[in-house]
C-alpha cells in the first residue's frame, strides 16, 4: 500500500515539477486538462450517460469476476464466490500498471497467485484460470470469425 501510494506522489510530484519548468509543456497540458473537464462535466449532464459510463465500468469486472466464479465452482475449488470475485478485483487492479494487451498474462498469474494464497490448491486456481480464458477470450473468437468471413464474403467489407 506505502510502495502504490509513494508511486502516485512522485508522479504527481514530477507532474508538477514539469508545468513549472518546462514552459512548452504547460499550454498543451492546460489546453488538454480544460477539454477533459469540460467534456466530463457535459457528460455528467444526462442521467443515461451517466448509467451507461458508471454502470459498464462497474459491470464489466463484476461479470468476468462470475465467469472466473462459476468456473471455479465447476471444478471443484474450495472458495466462496466473494473470495474469488476479491481475489479477481485485486489482481485486476495490481496488474493494472503492468502494459500488457487485455491484461492478459499478467493477469492470470496474479489470479493464480491470489487464489492459492486464499487457500486454494495451486493445480485447481491454475485450472480455473484456465477455463475463464478460455471462456472469456477463445470462445468469442469463434462467432467472430464467422460473422467477419460472412461479411467479406458479402463484399460489406
Known amino acids: 500500500m506505502h510502495l502504490v501510494a509513494g508511486g502516485v506522489g512522485i508522479g504527481l510530484a514530477v507532474a ?3 508545468l513549472t519548468f518546462v514552459r512548452p509543456l504547460r499550454r498543451p497540458i492546460l489546453n488538454f486538462l480544460r ?8 457528460l455528467h449532464t444526462r442521467p443515461s450517460r451517466i448509467l451507461a459510463l458508471w454502470g459498464g465500468a462497474a459491470a464489466t469486472p463484476l461479470l468476468q469476476a462470475s ?3 462459476s468456473v ?3 471444478l471443484g475449488l474450495p472458495l466462496t464466490w466473494a473470495q474469488k ?8 487492479t495490481a496488474v493494472g500498471a503492468v502494459p500488457a494487451p487485455g491484461g492478459i498474462g499478467p493477469i492470470d498469474a ?3 497467485f491470489a487464489m492459492v494464497l486464499l487457500g486454494a490448491a495451486l493445480s485447481l486456481a491454475t485450472t480455473t484460470i484456465i477455463g475463464y480464458r ?3 477470450s477463445w470462445v468469442p473468437l469463434l462467432p467472430g470469425t ?6 467479406v464474403q458479402r463484399k460489406v467489407l
Open 16 to 18: 508538477a515539477l514539469l
Open 35 to 42: 477539454t477533459a473537464l469540460t467534456d466530463a462535466r457535459i
Open 67 to 69: 465467469v472466473n466464479a
Open 72 to 74: 471455479g465452482f465447476a
Open 85 to 92: 470475485t476479491f481475489a479477481f478485483l485485486v489482481a485486476s
Open 110 to 112: 496474479a489470479l493464480v
Open 134 to 136: 478460455v471462456l472469456t
Open 146 to 151: 464467422l460473422v467477419l468471413s460472412l461479411l
